[in-house]
């Protein structure tokens, strides 16, 4: 299969309240020049999920893992999110589109955002 990752957040009027985004976009690009990576966005800017999907399956990915860059679980993912996943599965058949938990919950996330916490109380 060739993969294909979409990072998933929220969207904001304020285009540099993407920089993180897109910085973490970056660091995956630089550590894994082969697999394609979009940044795609609820509401409020561009793309949007269905138009990043739309171009990893152009450049030939056969299945897009779908990685919401929330800290957790709440409406819009629990409500929003899987029917555009799905949306994106019924349009292309031939692939296999999976929506993964909120960074924000992974172990490593939580203990790398605690420690942040502690360095600054240590200061």
């Known amino acids: 299969m060739n993969n294909g ?65 929330f800290l957790g679980t709440g409406g819009h993912l629990r409500r929003d999110l899987p029917p555009l996943v799905e949306a994106i599965q019924t349009r292309h058949p031939q692939i296999v589109a999976t929506l993964h938990a909120a960074a924000g919950e992974a172990p490593a996330l939580i203990a790398a955002m605690a420690e942040h916490a502690l360095s600054l109380s240590s200061r």
Do not use: K, N
Not at 5 to 11: C, K, S, V
Not at 25 to 48: G, K, N, T, W
Not at 53 to 68: N, S, Y
């Open 5 to 69: 990752l979409i990072l998933f957040a929220h969207g904001s009027r304020d285009p540099r309240w993407a920089e993180p985004f897109e910085t973490i976009r970056e660091a995956i690009q630089a550590r894994s020049p082969a697999l394609p990576v979009r940044l795609a966005y609820l509401e409020l800017m561009q793309p949007d999920l269905a138009t990043a999907a739309d171009e990893l399956v152009a450049e030939g990915c056969t299945r897009i893992d779908v990685l919401p860059l």
